[in-house]
Structure formats: structure tokens, C-alpha cells
């Protein structure tokens, strides 16, 4: 079982920047894939950026690619999401993700432990 905690959401300007964090509780972080998704009112949970157990490979959203990074520091059991040249479209609930396996980096359904969400607003 793993626990995930974000942080790091608030409100920024747009062409600011953020980072957000994701603690993980329980055993074995290091061998998790982790996902970020997000989710705006109204509109369906979105693929942002993932990162394999090892954090060799790392897998953006068309939107985000070239203004995000995601990272991960396995010694501190946390996943992080660098977020630059914010716009306000990218104004969501933020959601950490982990996974043992992940077949397909993108899906939603295919992690089994989910955060509560940080909320990011970006305003114009």
C-alpha cells in the first residue's frame, strides 16, 4: 500500500512557475512509476507527465511538454513536477500516481494509488 501526498499548488501568473511535490508513504517507492495527472471543472482527468521506476524515462502531455519536468528522488520517497511558463489553461486540481507496473504510461486506470490533489491556478 502506498500513501501519496501533494503540495506546492497555489495561485500564480501567468508565465510563473511552480513546483509541486508528491510524498510517498509505504514500501518500496523506488520500484513505483509515477504518474501526474490533472483535472480542470468540467473536464475529464488529463495525462500530464509520468517517470519510470528508476526515473530514466520520463513521458509528457503534448501541452506541457518543453514548460514541465517531472523528477523524482527515490531517497526521499517523493515525485516532483517543475511547472514553467504556466498558463491558464493549465488552472487544475493536480493528482499524484503510482504504480509497480504501468503498460501504458498515459492512463489514467492504469495506477492504482492516487493522491488527493493540489489545487493550481494560474491567472491571466
Known amino acids: 500500500q502506498v500513501q501519496l501526498v501533494e503540495s506546492g499548488g497555489g495561485l500564480v501568473q501567468a508565465g510563473g512557475s511552480l513546483r509541486l511535490s508528491c510524498a510517498a508513504s509505504g514500501p518500496s517507492f523506488s520500484s513505483y512509476a509515477l504518474g501526474w495527472f490533472r483535472q480542470a471543472p468540467g473536464r475529464e482527468r488529463e495525462f500530464v507527465a509520468a517517470?519510470?521506476?528508476?526515473?530514466?524515462?520520463?513521458y509528457y502531455a503534448d501541452s506541457v511538454r518543453g514548460r514541465f519536468t517531472i523528477s523524482r528522488d527515490n531517497a526521499k520517497n517523493t515525485v516532483y513536477l517543475q511547472m514553467n511558463s504556466l498558463k491558464p489553461e493549465d488552472t487544475a486540481v493536480y493528482y499524484c500516481?503510482?504504480?509497480?507496473?504501468?503498460?501504458?504510461?498515459?492512463?489514467?486506470?492504469?495506477?492504482?494509488?492516487w493522491g488527493q490533489g493540489t489545487q493550481v491556478t494560474v491567472s491571466s
Open positions: 517517470i519510470n521506476w528508476s526515473g530514466v524515462n520520463t
Open positions: 500516481a503510482a504504480r509497480l507496473v504501468v503498460y501504458n504510461y498515459y492512463i489514467a486506470s492504469e495506477y492504482d494509488y
